[in-house]
């Protein structure tokens, strides 16, 4: 089980970070993503990163914002979002691909946690 935190209401310009919490599941072997969906809208794989924290990606809308980072001592994967903007709200939800230590295709995560949604306002 996925279990994200850290949403919430900001201002434009603001930060928040994101926790994805696995329990019952070990996320040390396997790549992590994070998604977003804004309403209306399908969703985005906004970051990714590898089960060893070499390897990471992120949606060129994030880039020099949004950081990925993880802690496999405590099966915990994180976002820190920085310089929030109003086209970054949504519901973000952390997700794992059926297989593989890196990162995948976004069709190939097969685990999602519930979501947790970041909202920002001018």
């Known amino acids: 089980q996925l279990v994200e935190s850290g949403g919430g209401s900001v201002q434009t310009g603001g930060s928040l970070r994101l926790t994805c919490l696995a329990s019952?599941?070990?996320?040390?072997?396997?790549?992590v993503g994070w998604f977003r969906q804004a309403p209306g809208k399908g969703r985005e794989l906004v970051s990714c990163?590898?089960?060893?924290?070499?390897?990471?990606t992120y949606t060129e809308s994030v880039k020099g914002r949004f950081t990925i980072s993880r802690d496999n001592a405590r099966n915990t994967m994180y976002l820190q979002m920085n310089n929030l903007r109003a086209e970054d709200s949504g519901v973000y939800y952390c997700a794992v691909p059926s297989y593989g230590s890196r990162c995948p295709a976004p069709d190939q995560f097969s685990v999602w946690g519930q979501g947790v949604l970041v909202t920002v306002s001018s």
């Open positions: 019952g599941y070990s996320l040390n072997y396997h790549a």
């Open positions: 990163i590898s089960s060893s924290g070499r390897q990471t």
